[in-house]
């Protein structure tokens, strides 16, 4: 392998992003992933006639001018069979006043909160001045946060009198939103926002960025959306590994990274790596892309391999992220509600958050006639990590017991209705993912670690680059394929070189 090849680390979204992009610009890309499939937290998995996906089950980017628009669109790949959601979400507050429903339509949203939160537009129209001044500044590929004057530079371009208006909000919550609006004392509301920000920001409102916070709260509607893959998640995947195997790109499946070193001064990485039958193969590389979580490099380089101390104690301080429990299951359409919405957020006094994921007739998930439904919470990954294998397999299995008697309640099914359940645990994350204690979602959006205040793709070590869930924007496909693009934009302007990407108005 020349030592000016690139290597990607990850074969999730945001690697296969990275790598797919860097190919197309004609670099010499080797991608591992230690996992026998693609795709990470956005992959699926089969169970007999039924295909579950491992974690996302929506997807954003996709109308046009959207992320995963673009850069399909950039790498000569067709745009993937998909429904946008609508509405993209259903909440249920368990208040027993019904669902309410996330319209893609705004003005049928504006109708919809009105009805349910008398008394918050001024909440919701401060929200939408805040959505629409983050767009103008997403859409011109801002680079975040700044560590040189090339980044600066991208950043000053992206920003337009409104985002330094906004600019003044960016240490507030949504919690602060709701008092500066007169709002806080609204519970139902406050409920609400809590259920949705932690779900795409994996904090309350009281602990969600208000800049950050007022885009999730509208994501699913025109001209954005949510979208529902005709086939399964994987299919993301797939095209971004044809793309880059089309280029030239040389895929590494089932090949674990076990070490990466730079010498002092040294313009080159060794990265070992072990195959499926644990061979040893030493590769070498003048840049690496990171698409694992960024925790996982203190395992990676020794303490002696390049990375600084303070950076090392930097990431063992970052804020702990969630794992979650998902509950695999499947039953027949018959027996759920007629007009039953794709997905579901239910509260729950126990889990809080329960996220409800069903399949739609006919988009390949399941036989006709029968659906998959997938149920997720996040939890605590130290109260699965220490366990032993008794204990463990006694709690998972009152755990699905406990999931599966909310799912009963709610659609009305029997125990004979299941044609098929399972659990994953944080445990099972980690087996997948190799994730460091099975974390999902990446780092919460709180005000002193999102966007601007966040951990850089340019870390300390020259030629070692982050992308992902934990790095701007953050979570969600569009998130990490976004954060991949910007990583692929600063090593190419680190060349001499300029990543063209077209956006569409």
Known sequence: MSEESIIVIGGGIAGLTGAALLAKEGYPVTLVEAHNQLGGCAGTFQRGEYIFDVGATQVAGLEKGGIHHRLFHYLDIPIPDAKILDPGCSVDLGDKSGL???????????????????????????????????????????????????????????????????????????????????????????????????????????????????????????PRGLWHLHGSMQILSDLLRDSFLRDGGSLFLGHRVTKIFSEKNSNTFDVNVIDRKKNLIQMKASEIVFSLPPQSLLDLIPIDGGLSPTYREGIKKLPKPSGALVFYGAVSRYNLPTNCPGHIQVFDENFGSLFISISMENDQRAPLGMATLIASVFVDIDEWSNLDSQTYNRKKDIVSKEIRTILDKKFNLLETNWAHQELSTPRSFERWTRRPGGIVGGLGQHPDQFGPFGLSSRTPLKGLWLCGDSIYPGEGTAGVSQSAMMVVRQILAGKGRHLNIPVFN
């Not at 609204?186 to 950050?212: C, G, I, M, N, V």
């Open 100 to 222: 309410i429903n996330l319209w893609h339509d705004p003005l049928r949203w504006e109708k919809e909160r009105q009805k349910q939160f008398p008394g918050s537009e001024t909440f919701w129209s401060l929200c939408s001045k805040i959505h629409e001044s983050n767009w103008k500044f997403v859409d011109r590929d801002p680079i975040l946060p700044v560590r040189n004057f090339w980044d600066l530079s991208q950043l000053i371009g992206a920003l337009r009198p409104s985002n330094l208006l906004t600019g003044f909000l960016s240490k507030l919550t949504i919690a602060d939103l709701l008092v500066i609006t007169g709002c806080h004392k609204d519970r139902r509301l406050r409920r609400f926002l809590d259920l949705q920000l932690k779900l795409y920001s994996q904090e309350p409102a009281s602990r969600t960025a208000a800049l950050y916070g007022a885009t999730v709260l509208q994501m699913a509607q025109s």
